[in-house]
């Protein structure tokens, strides 16, 4: 805690390069963290906990409101919160403020506050905050940069830390991060995560090519990772596209989504671009050489575009 009695923790927002919606099934999912972080700080109160000095509201603040049901029992705090990712946009901004609000109780509450400890932690959060979620968002978060999520154990992989719940488990390796810079655009409109996964659950339960094409992601996923350690962009992009083509068959993309994603590979330069997120609306990613190129097309479209790069820097705490 600084003079001022506050503490302070951030984390980064992600994108998922391969794998969403397969991850669910038990295939290979490979996120990385992006340079847009979500900040929380916190000091004591004496009277009642408060938001950005409004009182803690739990439909409004609801991740907030499970971390301190789930990880702290301490008396009211007064927080303060402040995020560079877009919300509702399939970036991670919740995940984000559950990993550096549940770093931030562990630590003040001189709980296990190891990173491990934190993913696990906060893991539960968006769990029981959305009813249902794979650890992938908050893994990326707490790990930065890139990160393979796997239900077994990859040998030649460097292994993170293991997550649970129930009966299932998965294994979170760290991958080099590529030195590329991707694109971003938003749709601005956005499927319920919830429903889009559902969606996928129907199809697959009725369409004999749905597990099928689950398998083909996870081979994606894992090609991705030979890709981005080969730092082969051209590669890479070209199982981005591959990505896209299998989530469009799973009915998870969306007409502006293809409009944007058609748009960026036209544009000299461009690697590849998918859907990122659960889809269904969310946003793209876009792999290429000429950022400023895609950003101009696809703002042109109506498309909230900017530029990201991949950042090493996970959940950070002060002090
Ligand atoms: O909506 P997002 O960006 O958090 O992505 C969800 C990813 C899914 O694989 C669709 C669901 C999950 O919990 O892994």
């Given at each position: ?6 503490a ?8 998922i390069?391969?794998g ?7 295939e ?10 979500v ?12 938001v950005?000095?409004?009182?803690l ?17 301490d008396g ?9 990712v ?21 630590r ?9 400890n ?6 539960e ?15 990326a978060?707490t790990?930065?940069?890139?990160v ?16 649970s ?5 998965w294994f979170?390796h ?10 971003i ?6 499927a ?9 659950r129907r ?10 094409i689950?398998?083909e ?6 090609d ?10 051209a590669?890479?992009?070209?199982l981005m596209d591959?990505?896209h083509?299998?989530?469009h ?15 960026a ?49 996970g ?5």
């Open positions: 805690m600084d003079v001022t009695g506050w302070a923790a951030s984390a980064p927002g992600k994108i390069l391969f969403e919606h397969a991850v669910v099934y038990g290979p999912s490979l996120s990385l963290a992006i340079d847009r972080r900040r929380v700080r916190a000091a004591p109160d004496a009277a009642a906990t408060t950005n000095g409004e009182r509201d739990r439909h409004r603040h609801a991740y907030l409101d499970t971390a301190l049901r789930l990880h702290w029992g009211p705090l007064k927080m303060r919160t402040e995020s560079e877009p919300s509702a946009s399939g970036l991670g901004s919740s995940a984000a403020l559950s990993v550096a609000t549940t770093g931030l109780l562990l003040l509450g001189h709980r296990p506050s190891r990173p491990a934190v993913a696990q932690a906060a893991f959060v968006e769990y029981e905050t959305q009813g249902a979620a794979s650890p992938n968002d908050t893994t978060s790990a930065g940069g890139a393979l999520l796997s239900p077994e154990r990859e040998a030649a992989m460097e292994p993170l830390w293991q997550l719940r129930g009966e299932r488990s979170a760290r991958v080099p991060p590529p030195s590329l810079s991707f694109v655009a938003n749709t601005g409109s956005r319920r995560t919830s429903e889009m996964v559902a969606k996928v199809f697959v339960d009725s369409d004999p090519r749905g597990k099928k689950l398998q992601i996870g081979r994606v996923t894992r991705g990772v030979d890709a981005l350690r080969s730092g082969d962009a590669r890479l992009g070209g591959r990505n083509e299998l989530l068959v799973l009915g998870v993309d969306s007409p502006v989504l293809q409009k944007f994603v058609e748009a590979r036209k544009v000299p330069g461009t690697w590849g671009a998918k859907l990122t997120g659960a889809g269904g609306g969310g946003s793209l990613i876009v792999l290429t050489e000429k950022p400023a190129g895609v950003q101009r097309a696809l703002a042109g479209l109506g498309a909230d575009a900017f530029p990201v790069v991949p950042s090493l820097r959940l950070e705490m002060q002090p």
